[in-house]
């Protein structure tokens, strides 16, 4: 089992940046994936970004080259850092833990892009 709780959401405006973290009850080194998906009002859950045990990462085309996601396995955390944020990245953003036989999300934070 493992509780994910995850932190830094808020609001900015276009052009601005958050760093989301996604803090992990016990140790992420042996987990397989670890993911950050995101919920926007009447739209279904999409992938952001994932990054596997060996650190390969894995952008949607959308925040290619704004967003990165990394892990801290010894902080037992998850990181993504969100630049040149625009109004279509508002959404409810979620951490995940994926492995075979499991499969773990977090409450999610918001996330509101607006001038």
């Known amino acids: 089992q493992v509780q994910l709780v995850e932190s830094g959401g808020g609001w900015v405006q276009p052009g601005g940046s958050l760093r989301l973290s996604c803090a992990a009850s016990?140790?992420?080194?042996?987990?397989?994936?670890m993911g950050w998906y995101r919920q926007a009002p009447g739209k279904e859950r999409e992938l952001v970004a994932t990054?596997?045990?060996?650190?390969?990462?894995n952008y949607a085309g959308s925040v290619k080259g704004r967003f990165t996601i990394s892990r801290d396995s010894a902080k037992n955390t998850v990181y993504l850092q969100m630049n040149s944020l625009k109004p279509e990245d508002t959404a409810v953003y979620y951490c995940?833990?994926?492995?075979?036989?499991?499969?773990?999300w977090g409450q999610g934070t918001q996330v509101t892009v607006s001038s």
């Open positions: 995940n833990a994926y492995n075979v036989l499991s499969d773990y």
């Open positions: 016990r140790s992420i080194f042996s987990i397989d994936f």
């Open positions: 990054i596997t045990s060996r650190g390969r990462t």
